[in-house]
């Protein structure tokens, strides 16, 4: 075969698999209707685990390795979990539409904007995007009413906790109803033709910034300029056509701009994931076929082990607490505020009576949200 003919046939398979994918993701929101009739768990490892068993001894001899078949059905059976949890979830909830308007930061091209793409896709036919400016921009759209829900960033595993959001939260009247993570990738973009040699300033937002504060410490005589969003990043190259001036930011936001990448794996930590929430100005239930995590934010005041007296109570219901979170309370020196993640529902009989006793013992309680938790942790299979 001529090389354009081993092309043209690599293209019909291609199309086939879209074909296969699609039908097979049509087939997993099938089992989502009839878990939900038998009240089963939205994920079954054994069966996971079975299935992988079993993909692996059908590939060795069609020369499949085991290690690509895992990775492949990974990313198959993580999507038809998600697929799965936002069907029954909209269902439960009645939030199923055919478009939704999503505030978030920056505009197209941003962290946020490819965050909210990979979201609400799985949620309605149609994304009306808001791209704000700011954080409290954000919140404010959808608490007046301009906007459904809002998507804010939360934390990264380079630059830690967004401390701005969780100041935000403890004053907004909007609940969580929903969680991701999302890759971060960043790179060095620039116009075309750009000389790496003669860059002069780099223009980044401040939270990227902080994820590559190592790669930039080796750039001298570089000036950084700080912008409200990594689209703002990319549309300042492009409108000032200077080709000693320099993104950082993803590499798909940037080709939307027209700019090139000049350097790859920016961020301190090679492995560089942004947790995002979703806030909207209606609490979700959540299935009791999906794992759930509930977010609160509670004072314990300043007495001695006040703080230790609260986590025991989650730790005598067996509530497993995901992230606890300290931050400073406005006009009261010295005292703070805890904001704790655990997984847990909150329709739960435990996490009720974990509630009511922290009510007892703390001076101050509030349910930020309960929400699907998307760690879809990937089924592991025993070598054999």
């Given at each position: 075969?001529?090389l354009d003919?081993?092309r043209?046939?690599?293209?019909d398979?291609d ?5 296969l ?9 099938a089992?989502a209707d009839a878990k939900?009739?038998?009240?089963k768990?939205i994920?079954d ?6 299935l992988?068993v079993s993909?692996i ?6 020369g499949?390795d085991a290690q ?8 198959i059976?993580?999507?038809s979990?998600l697929q799965?949890?936002a069907?029954?979830q909209?269902q439960l909830?009645?939030?199923d539409?055919?478009a ?10 941003s962290y ?5 793409q990979?979201?609400?896709?799985r949620?309605a036919?149609r994304?009306i995007e808001?791209g704000?400016?700011?954080?409290n921009?954000i919140?404010?759209a959808v608490?007046?009413?301009?906007a459904?829900?809002a998507?804010?960033?939360?934390e990264?595993t380079?630059?830690g ?7 935000i939260l403890q004053?907004t ?8 993570t999302?890759?971060i990738?960043?790179c060095?973009?620039g116009?075309?033709?750009t000389?790496?040699s003669?860059i002069?300033q780099?223009?980044?937002h401040?939270?990227v910034?902080?994820q590559c504060?190592q790669?930039?410490?080796g750039l ?7 912008c409200?969003?990594s689209?703002?990043a ?5 409108q000032?056509?200077d080709?000693?001036?320099?993104a950082?930011g993803g590499e798909e936001?940037?080709?939307?701009y ?6 790859r794996?920016?961020a301190?930590?090679k ?8 806030v ?6 959540v299935?009791?076929a999906?794992?759930?995590?509930t977010?609160?934010i509670m004072?314990?005041g300043q ?18 607490m995901g992230?606890l979170?300290s ?16 997984f ?6 435990a996490m009720?009576?974990?509630l ?5 013992i703390t001076k101050f309680?509030?349910?930020l949200?309960c929400?699907p938790?998307?760690d879809i942790?990937p089924?592991?299979?025993?070598a054999g």
């Amino acid at each position: 075969m001529e090389l354009d003919e081993i092309r043209h046939a690599i293209s019909d398979t291609d199309q086939q698999l879209l074909g296969l994918l699609s039908k097979r993701r049509q087939l997993a929101l099938a089992v989502a209707d009839a878990k939900l009739a038998q009240n089963k768990p939205i994920r079954d490892q054994k069966r996971e685990q079975e299935l992988l068993v079993s993909l692996i001894g059908q590939g060795k001899p069609l020369g499949l390795d085991a290690q690509y078949v895992t990775r492949l059905y990974h990313v198959i059976i993580e999507d038809s979990v998600l697929q799965q949890q936002a069907k029954i979830q909209g269902q439960l909830n009645g939030t199923d539409s055919p478009a939704v308007r999503v505030a978030f930061l920056g505009g197209q091209g941003s962290y946020s904007y490819w965050a909210t793409q990979k979201y609400f896709t799985r949620r309605a036919e149609r994304i009306i995007e808001q791209g704000c400016d700011s954080f409290n921009e954000i919140v404010q759209a959808v608490e007046t009413g301009h906007a459904d829900y809002a998507l804010l960033p939360i934390e990264n595993t380079s630059s830690g906790s967004i401390n701005e959001v969780y100041d935000i939260l403890q004053h907004t009247r909007l609940s969580i109803v929903g969680e991701l993570t999302h890759p971060i990738a960043h790179c060095l973009l620039g116009l075309p033709g750009t000389d790496l040699s003669k860059i002069r300033q780099v223009c980044a937002h401040p939270q990227v910034i902080a994820q590559c504060s190592q790669f930039l410490q080796g750039l001298s005589q570089v000036k950084i300029e700080y912008c409200d969003s990594s689209s703002d990043a990319f549309s300042r190259i492009k409108q000032q056509q200077d080709p000693t001036v320099v993104a950082i930011g993803g590499e798909e936001g940037g080709q939307l701009y027209g700019l090139e990448v000049l350097t790859r794996d920016l961020a301190n930590q090679k492995d560089n994931v942004s947790r995002f929430i979703v806030v909207a100005r209606k609490p979700v239930t959540v299935a009791k076929a999906i794992p759930a995590k509930t977010t609160f934010i509670m004072y314990t005041g300043q007495q001695p082990g006040a703080l230790v007296d609260a986590l025991l109570v989650l730790k005598q219901h067996g509530i497993s607490m995901g992230k606890l979170e300290s931050r400073p309370i406005n006009g009261n020196p010295w005292e703070e505020m805890f904001y704790v993640d655990v997984f847990a529902n909150l329709n739960d009989y435990a996490m009720t009576r974990a509630l009511e006793e922290l009510n007892k013992i703390t001076k101050f309680i509030k349910v930020l949200g309960c929400y699907p938790s998307e760690d879809i942790e990937p089924t592991q299979v025993t070598a054999g």
